[in-house]
């Protein structure tokens, strides 16, 4: 089948320009070449398409027929070609960004929402989910928050230990880096204990805390912290909600935990779509003012 497509694409061309060396050279390939597509599709659908002449080429019967439908073949070819080219070099179809809700609110949507609004052929499609493939769900650009920047670096973001007032009350306020050894952490991730590293005037200084209330979701951390489970390690841009309402506190405030990195990033420069990458200069715009 797809022998016969490539065929009919030659077909068309021939009839076209009126001849195999018309044909060729619209092609880059070499008559002989022509001649021989021109044949092989002649002998698959079983007929006659050109009667061939030393002055000239006439089409006959089958040939008229096929050329109608070897022209809409070609013409839709082309257009798909353009639309995907549409997409690629220009503002318009759906851009894909990958990010939590809290960033998505706190950062994304206030950065881009003039710029959506000035390209209106432009759709955001904001895609939140655990073990997102960025090539299989088709992302664009991730917005992700990590020790380690990613990407391109936008901004930094404060990490903190935070609890509920009701824990303080029932456990009694951290003094202290080494008293959080004492007090009931809960740890977001896979393991049962972490290393957590400070920083004040007086240098920096570690405890290693262990718990038995562990989860690999932040949000279920943080609500576990709110109802007075434990003390839990946050940033502010997830805690904002919960520290503005009351239902936290900062635990340890004089004491500074290693910051964050907002980063965005593609799968590679080289798949980077024209949108993708004005994206990221509205972000880098943003975040820069």
Known sequence: MLDNLRGMAVFA?????????????????????????????????????????TRKLSLTEAGESLYSSATQM??????GRDSVIQLKDELSGSLRIATTPEL?????????????????????NI????????????VDVALLLSEQAQGI???????MLIASPEYIKNHG????????????????????????????ANGKQSVRVSSRIITNNHAIALNLAAEGY?????????????????????????????????????????QTTVKAQKCIEVLEAHFKN
């Open 230 to 270: 434990g003390i839990t390690k946050t940033n502010a841009v997830d805690a904002k909600a919960l520290l503005e309402s009351g239902k936290v506190v900062k635990i340890l405030p004089n004491h500074s935990l290693p910051m964050l990195t907002l980063s965005a990033v593609t799968i590679s420069k080289e």
């Open 74 to 79: 070609v013409k839709a070819a082309e257009q």
């Open 173 to 200: 306020v951290v003094e202290n880096v080494k008293a959080l050894a004492t007090h009931t952490m809960i740890i977001c991730g896979e393991k049962p204990s972490e290393s957590i590293e400070f920083k004040d």
């Open 13 to 53: 061309s021939v009839v076209r320009h009126g001849s195999f060396s018309g044909a060729a050279k619209e092609l880059g390939i070499t008559t002989s070449a022509v001649s021989q597509q021109i044949r092989s599709l002649e002998n698959d659908l079983g007929v006659s398409l050109l009667h061939r002449s």
């Open 153 to 159: 670096a936008l901004k930094t973001v404060e990490q």
């Open 127 to 138: 895609i939140s989910r655990d073990n997102l493939d960025m090539i299989e769900d088709r």
């Open 104 to 124: 998505a609110k706190a950062y994304l949507l206030p950065a881009l929402s003039d710029w959506l609004v000035e390209h209106d052929n432009l759709s955001l």
